[in-house]
């Protein structure tokens, strides 16, 4: 099998294992106890895409070398985990080893911090990145606006942002954190500075503009941005985009408009289109409407 170029898994060294432990082999059961040692870091991958932490902490534990590649997969499962705090202290570990993060590194962890909302640690990797020169890292600055959006501490996003000199998609689709905290107007204006720049929108910034037109009640330029997703962009929209516009349409009153786009785009058994128009609803005081939007839902 190993010299076909197979890659013995898990299982495999278990079976073996067995096999030596039955014939009392002890030199062939050295022999996959050092391939075992090889393989640890395929262990710690397969646990960590199973977001098996405990497991992958223990196989961990057990590598001898452990470069910045084996560091950074494990604070970034940490991270994707909600797991911040871990993730943190794992970052820490790795330097006081003498290990240097990278900017992915320090991306995966920023991930973690834009998650939760943890904008105090978000600071700490920011004064981080700025000490390692990793500031100007496209990855890890367009982190950086996503956790500072996210968070609500939209002036900080801003800087930053301003500060780029090259932007990209990545960092564009912070436009939804805008939105999130009621700075809709800030989020139109920086969709409108991206195709400025030529810039090409993609599916999840469009979420993120449309948000913000249901927030501001802007109910035609929304229909105008959802049209220009395949119009325009060649953008399938996606169930998140019709859900935002049912929920600019419900928002503004809309309740017929909102009825004839439903049948239109065949979302009469899409629950979450049916629970934002229930909301609306309520908000209007549309009992009718919404007796039949409850309907729906359930």
Not at 225 to 241: A, I, K, M, Q
Not at 259 to 264: L, R
């Amino acid at each position: 099998m190993l010299v076909e170029g197979f890659r013995p898994n898990m299982y495999t060294f278990i079976r073996i294992l067995r096999s030596c432990s039955n014939l009392l082999d002890i030199n062939f059961g050295k022999q996959v106890h050092a391939q075992i040692l090889k393989n640890r870091k395929a262990l710690l991958d397969m646990y960590l895409k199973f977001r098996y932490m405990e497991e992958s902490y223990i196989v961990f534990a057990k590598l001898i070398n452990r470069d910045v590649f084996t560091w950074t997969v494990m604070i970034t499962g940490f991270a994707q985990t909600e797991k911040e705090e871990k993730a943190i202290k794992f970052l820490n570990s790795m330097q006081q080893e003498g290990v240097r993060p990278n900017e992915f590194t320090i991306a995966g962890c920023l991930g973690g911090c834009s998650r939760i909302t943890a904008s105090e640690s978000g600071r700490q990797l920011h004064s981080m990145a700025l000490k390692s020169g990793l500031l100007p890292d496209m990855f890890v600055s367009g982190a950086l606006v996503d956790m500072y959006a996210k968070c609500g501490c939209i002036e900080d996003a801003e800087t930053i942002l301003k500060e780029l000199v090259r932007h990209d998609k990545v960092l564009w689709n912070t436009i939804r954190g805008f939105s999130l905290h009621g700075q809709g107007d800030k989020a139109l204006e920086t969709f409108q500075k991206m195709k400025d720049e030529g810039n090409l929108p993609d599916d999840v910034t469009f979420i993120g503009v449309l948000f913000a037109c249901s927030h501001m009640d802007l109910v035609e330029e929304g229909k105008q941005h959802f049209n220009s997703l395949s119009n325009v962009y060649g953008v399938t929209p996606r169930d998140e985009h019709y859900v935002c516009m049912v929920d600019i349409l419900s928002h503004a009153g809309r309740f017929a408009d909102v009825e004839s786009f439903v049948e239109a785009m065949k979302l009469t058994s899409n629950a979450l289109v049916w629970e934002n128009v229930l909301g609306a609803c309520a908000k209007h005081r549309n009992v009718k409407f919404g007796e039949r939007a409850a309907k729906k839902a359930i």
